[in-house]
């Protein structure tokens, strides 16, 4: 018989709150393997803390979204958000599944090329795009969404230079009843901004009017809002083709679309809360469908989601490096995972999982990282099992953006890992060493030597 592991008694203040609709008790089940692959022989090869990333979780979500869209309407693409994660292996399964390309500078765009995009499936947003982006872009045919006026005049310069016609969107920015509106990107609908970048456009004549782009906020928890946008875009579709006989080819609803995370101070968790798929997709397609367009000229259907997408798909493993109290009492957990890897941990209250087995007695925690920061909050409140120093956790829901706006600060970033389909475990970003970093410095002569 396998001998029981020992749990020192403890003695605590009892603290009961008003109690939740579920109760108060929580339960809890270590997660202690990720596709069948065990947790500890992860962290014992690849080391702590490792990001973790689910091949089969990512084209299944993928399958699911593309299934609750494709089945009401009768055109639909994806294109992968970059900025989302722009880890090769990710893009790349995305890509498998006939995802396009979404990007938002010239580094995005440059990977997506590099990944073997055909630039004509590129679709290029964001603000910051310069003259050497948007020839590049024109020249690969890409789908350029125009942000502003100057970016505007500035690919009619260049159309004439490289005497070519850029296929082009704008980004329309709306009121769609939530707030705050996202108006600082595009031209707006109700004050006409959207009108007079249309009508610069077509009299123009120098660039090819293919499509229209909103993006309405991020992590969204309302579909109505998207059914509102759509509406909005297609009554421009159709005003375009009523005024100059032209017929826009493509509607992109960009993305925002919530996942499965809870946001810090929602009462419910993001897995009750959080619309599905086929919530978003009922209220797009929906509209576009009851839209004034012919049936048999219905536009192309692009989405960008990126988060709804990945976040599932992807785990954190970390270790504990020690536990303490607070001058309150208040018991807290350092482990090795920090804010600068966990970027995400200011938005939302992440699942954390023991990787091993524990008893029933839990107790509010505080979960601190290891950088000396007094920001470095991974979990400002959680109900935990007593863990011990090497005892190792799973943080769920890690996929989007924490492999894209994490940053090297006081500790390197980690190996990142996908687990394939078939169970085998593959490098996909090595982790970082002191020579990867020193390597981009430059120290003067007169600053090699010192004394002390």
Request: proline share 4%; with cysteine; charged share 25%.
């Amino acid at each position: 018989m396998e001998k029981q592991r020992y749990e020192r008694p403890v003695i605590i203040k009892l603290e009961s709150n008003m109690p939740n609709k579920f109760g108060l008790r929580t339960e809890y089940k270590p997660k202690t393997h990720i596709d069948n692959v065990s947790v500890k022989d992860l962290i014992n090869e690849y080391g702590s803390p490792l990001f973790v990333i689910s091949e089969k979780t990512i084209r299944s979500t993928y399958k699911n979204a593309k299934k609750a869209f494709t089945t009401r309407y009768p055109k639909v693409q994806f294109a992968w958000s970059y900025k989302t994660n722009y880890l090769s292996a990710v893009c790349n399964v995305f890509h498998q599944e006939g995802s396009w390309a979404e990007v938002v500078s010239g580094f995005e765009y440059d990977k997506a090329i590099k990944n073997g995009v055909d630039g004509k499936k590129i679709i290029f947003n964001g603000p910051d795009k310069t003259e050497k982006d948007l020839t590049k872009a024109i020249e690969n045919d890409s789908l350029i969404h125009i942000d502003h006026l100057d970016e505007l005049y500035t690919i009619i310069e260049l159309s004439e230079k490289l005497n070519k016609k850029p296929k082009v969107a704008i980004r329309v920015n709306m009121d769609t009843g939530i707030y705050p509106m996202w108006d600082r990107f595009g031209f707006n609908y109700e004050n006409g901004q959207a009108w007079d970048a249309l009508n610069k456009i077509m009299r123009s004549k120098k660039l090819d009017l293919v499509g229209l782009h909103t993006h309405i906020g991020t992590f969204m928890l309302s579909p109505q809002a998207y059914g509102t946008a759509a509406y909005k875009l297609a009554e421009l579709a159709i005003g375009i083709q009523k005024k100059y006989d032209h017929e826009i080819k493509y509607i992109d609803m960009g993305g925002g679309f919530a996942s499965k995370n809870t946001l810090k101070g929602a009462y419910l968790p993001g897995v009750d809360t959080s619309p599905s798929f086929d919530d978003f997709s009922e209220a797009i397609t929906s509209a576009l469908i009851n839209s004034d367009f012919k049936p048999d000229k219905l536009p192309l259907l692009i989405l960008e989601t990126g988060r709804a997408l990945i976040d599932d798909a992807g785990f954190l493993l970390g270790t504990v490096i020690s536990n303490k109290r607070l001058s309150d009492g208040k018991r807290t957990t350092i482990i090795d995972v920090g804010v600068n890897i966990l970027f995400t941990s200011f938005w939302y209250d992440h699942k954390v999982t023991p990787a091993q087995p524990f008893t029933q007695y839990t107790e509010d925690t505080v979960l601190y990282g290891p950088l000396c920061m007094n920001i470095d909050v991974i979990r400002e409140n959680a109900s935990l099992p007593l863990l011990n120093k090497g005892d190792n956790i799973v943080i769920h829901q890690v996929g989007a953006y924490n492999m894209t706006q994490w940053m090297q600060f006081i500790t390197l970033r980690p190996k990142v890992v996908m687990i394939d389909m078939d169970g085998k475990t593959h490098i996909i970003r090595e982790n970082e060493s002191i020579d990867s970093i020193t390597s981009f410095e430059k120290v003067p002569e007169y600053l090699k030597k010192f004394e002390l």
